[in-house]
């Protein structure tokens, strides 16, 4: 049977890319036909003319992680469909990632069944509404979602770090923030490794699953 369905893998560990390579080559109806570490070898492969109908997108990464490539992804080429593939489920995270395109998001603890099924109706219907990201999303609509009990005091950001972290939230990038705020390219990313360091994290998407746990931000304002 003719290849329908052309996935793209966008994950940092070689073995676990392999392992779903394997289990999406047995399905005649898939085929993975791009492969990339972080969203910058992705970007570099669409821009060389490679294709993919659906995109299994990690979230932590080296260089530039799922929620910077997201976004990207979906500016660029907004005919590709991105599934988010990750471990962490926290619904803040969820409900952003809904926010800024992803057509669907699955736990890497899911069976293949599960995978597979997201994969064919994110394809076909443009969108997996799992359990997972209804409740999330009605955690939200609800006003359910609360800070992790956990979590300590938040740290008080300036006036500055907080308008860098308001535009990191809405998925920009630091040339992008620098244009908007004025300042320097030099001066945000200054900004960026602060607020990294502040709230002990090593990434964007561990900055924003933070900042919205400690109510720094809400989904609201973004």
């Known amino acids: 049977m003719e290849t329908s369905l052309k996935i793209g893998l966008v994950d940092d560990h070689p073995l676990f890319r392999q392992g779903i390579e394997m289990m999406i080559s047995s399905n005649t109806d898939m085929k993975v036909v791009l492969q990339a570490s972080n969203g910058a070898e992705l970007l ?15 979230l932590e990464m080296p ?8 976004g990207k992804v979906k500016a660029l080429y907004p005919e590709i469909k991105i599934l988010i593939l990750t471990m962490h489920e926290d619904a803040p995270l969820i409900q952003h990632m809904m926010k800024q395109g ?3 998001y699955v736990l890497k603890s899911a069976k293949w069944e599960e995978l597979q ?5 994110v394809a076909e219907k ?7 990201v209804g409740l999330a999303m009605l955690s939200n609509l609800t006003g359910n979602s609360k800070p992790d009990p956990s979590l300590s005091t938040a ?6 770090e907080r308008e860098v972290l308001e ?3 809405k998925g920009k990038s630091s040339q992008e923030i620098a244009d908007s705020l004025f300042i320097s390219l030099r ?3 200054g900004h960026r490794s602060s607020l990294l360091q502040i709230l002990g994290v090593k990434n964007t998407a561990g900055m924003i699953v933070k900042a919205l746990k400690l109510n720094l931000i809400s989904l609201s304002e973004i």
Not at 155 to 160: D, E, I, Y
Request: glycine share 8%; net charge negative; charged share 35%.
């Open 63 to 70: 260089e530039m992680d799922g929620m910077e490539t997201c």
């Open 44 to 58: 570099e492969l669409l821009e060389r003319g490679g294709e993919a109908d659906v995109i299994l997108l990690d």
């Open 155 to 160: 740290p008080k950001l300036s006036r500055r």
């Open 102 to 104: 992803a057509n669907g």
């Open 167 to 169: 535009e990191i939230i």
């Open 187 to 189: 001066t945000v990313e």
């Open 126 to 132: 443009d969108f997996y509404f799992s359990d997972l």
């Open 117 to 121: 099924k997201a994969l064919l109706e």
